[in-house]
């Protein structure tokens, strides 16, 4: 049975995945969709031409991804393809957000990706793909952004690291690195705390960041980063000390009078 599999399948970026995969693979058994949302997923499943499989599962659960493994390890499927996205953010001082949220983000931005990987690896075909999602968050620490930007930054040195420990295998991993994105993601992350205006004007399409990490995969690149102003802050990045960075961050925070809510 070869299968794609996308987790945080019911919205966003995982939602866009599904949608350009069913496009593109016409050679697959299955696509198994994986989020909290049956019914999205079920509403999304309608309209696609490939088969799907819907697992209702939550990551952030320890049992969840239990009964994924005990789902691998049943259905044995050959798997051509894993896209982990599930994941989210939130803005704020760290001290005052709530402690259990932000100990939520690491469950399911580093733990779970790092549990379902370990659980696909075994089934993974050779010239086998692995897209995580990581974020522009990952080049350098961000202040109201603290965790979740350390939890992107943990993702894109876990995927680079792994791509060299099972490069010989044949299975090629790309971390997704997109600033902001048009997706639901804000609607969440902003709950407590306000991005810089600054930052909404570089927002892109899911449909852009998705196309471009699909190509970015195809060509076993190791990190896709979209549109010109990212990839010009990702050079940026490497070379810019990121305490100078920090500090012009926090003068943007000042200028815009941005505040907690």
Known sequence: MKIVIVTGASSGIGEEFVRQLDESFSRIDEIWMIARSEKKM?????????????????????????????????????????VNCAGYGLMGPFD??????????I?????????VTYLALPFMVRN????????????????NFAVYAATKS????????????????????????????????????EHYGETLQSKEKFSVSPTQVVKDALNASKKRRTVSVSSLPMKAFHAACKLIPHDFMLEIVQHLYKKEGKQEK
């Open 128 to 143: 086998g793909r692995i897209i995580q999602l990581a974020s522009s968050a990952a080049f350098v620490p961000q202040m």
């Open 96 to 105: 005052q957000l709530p402690l259990e949220e932000q100990m939520g983000m």
């Open 42 to 82: 079920e509403a999304i499943a309608e309209t696609l031409t490939n088969k799907v499989r819907i697992l209702h599962l939550d990551l952030e659960q320890e049992s969840d991804r239990r009964e994924l493994q005990h789902t691998f390890n049943t259905q044995k499927p050959n798997i051509c393809m894993l």
């Open 154 to 189: 943990y993702v894109l040195s876990f995927s680079r690291a792994l791509q060299e420990e099972v490069r010989s295998r044949g299975i090629f991993i790309t971390a997704v690195c997109p600033g902001p994105v048009e997706t639901p993601f804000f609607h969440r992350a």
């Open 107 to 115: 469950e399911l931005n580093c733990k779970a990706l790092t549990a």
